[in-house]
C-alpha cells in the first residue's frame, strides 16, 4: 500500500531538510534506510501512558536473565493513536553513528548493500551526491513497499552478487559514464565492464523503465523528483537544496518546533 501523496510530501521535505543542513555542514549521513526515520514524539507523556499499561518484567531488572526472553511491547500503537492527525507529526532522521566529513571519511565501506550509490559500488570518490541517491531509493521503496534491488539472479545460484547488482542499475536507470569508471576501483572495474563500459556477460534481462516498475510513480512532479535522485553519475543530481524548491513540494508547509 502506498503513502499518501499529502503525507509523503511533508516527510520528504523534512528529510531533505536534514540533508541539506548535514551536507551544508559539511557532514554526509552514509546510513539511509528505513529504519533511521523516526517518527517524534508529539507529547512526552505518552511514555508515562506506556510506562503504566507495560509494567516493567521483573527479570528486565535481573542481571543474570537471559534478555532476549524479554519481550517488549512496540511504541506505535501509542505515539500513533488511531485519533492522530498525520499531517501535524514530524519525522527525524537519526542514527549518524556511520556518518563522515566531506572531506575526511572516516570509512570507505558505506550504506546498506542493497541501497549503495553507484559510485560506492565500484569504488569511487564519493561525497554528499551518495546520501541523494540513498534517499531517492529508499522513497522509491516507501511508494510502494518493495525494494528497488534484489542483486540476485537465478542462473547463478540466487545469491547477492554485485555484477547483478549493476545490471538492475543499469536496467533502469542507464550505463555508468567512462568519466565514473575511470574513477573507480580498476580491477573492480575490469570485472565487470568491458572496454566500452559495457557489462561483461550480461544476464538477460527485460527492459526496464522506472516509470513502469514504480506503481505508484505518477505525477510529473513527483516523478521528475525522484528521478533527479537516482541518476547513475553523481554529478547529475540535485543537492538538497535543489531539491526543497522543486515543483512537488512547493505546497508543503512546515510548522516544526
Known amino acids: 500500500m502506498s503513502v499518501p501523496n499529502p503525507i509523503m510530501q ?28 523516526m517518527v517524534q514524539l508529539t507529547d512526552f ?11 516493567a518484567d521483573p527479570a528486565a531488572l535481573d542481571p543474570t536473565s537471559d534478555s532476549s526472553t524479554i519481550v517488549s511491547q512496540p511504541l506505535r500503537d501509542f505515539y500513533i493513536p488511531e485519533s492522530s492527525d498525520l499531517m501535524t507529526l514530524n519525522i527525524a532522521l537519526c542514527d549518524w553513528g556511520s556518518a563522515s566529513w566531506s572531506h575526511n571519511h572516516l570509512t570507505e565501506v558505506i550504506q546498506p548493500v542493497l541501497l549503495r550509490a553507484p559510485e560506492v559500488i565500484i569504488g569511487a570518490p564519493w561525497c554528499p551526491p551518495a546520501d541523494i541517491w540513498n ?39 542507464g550505463p ?15 570485472e565487470y565492464f568491458d572496454e566500452r563500459g559495457k557489462i561483461r556477460d550480461p544476464i538477460p534481462r527485460p527492459k526496464a523503465l522506472l516509470e513502469n516498475w514504480i506503481e505508484s510513480l ?23 537544496k535543489q ?4 515543483p512537488w513540494l512547493q505546497h508543503v508547509s512546515l510548522d516544526i518546533q
Open 10 to 37: 511533508r516527510f520528504t521535505k523534512q528529510l531533505f531538510l536534514a540533508l541539506d543542513y548535514a551536507h551544508q555542514s559539511g557532514v554526509i549521513h552514509t546510513d539511509i534506510q528505513p529504519r533511521n526515520i
Open 176 to 190: 555508468f559514464p567512462a568519466r565514473l569508471l575511470a574513477q573507480g576501483n580498476q580491477k573492480l572495474v575490469a
Open 243 to 246: 531539491l526543497l524548491v522543486e
Open 45 to 55: 507523556s505518552i511514555i508515562d501512558d506506556y510506562l503504566r499499561e507495560t509494567p
Open 135 to 173: 534517499l531517492g531509493t529508499v522513497l522509491l521503496e516507501v511508494l510502494d513497499a518493495v525494494r528497488m534491488f534484489d542483486g540476485r539472479a537465478a542462473q547463478t545460484g540466487g545469491v547477492y552478487k554485485i555484477k547483478h547488482h549493476i545490471e538492475e542499475m543499469v536496467a533502469l536507470f
Open 218 to 240: 505518477t505525477g510529473d512532479d513527483k516523478r521528475e523528483l525522484l528521478k533527479s535522485m537516482v541518476k547513475i553519475d553523481p554529478d547529475d543530481r540535485k543537492t538538497a
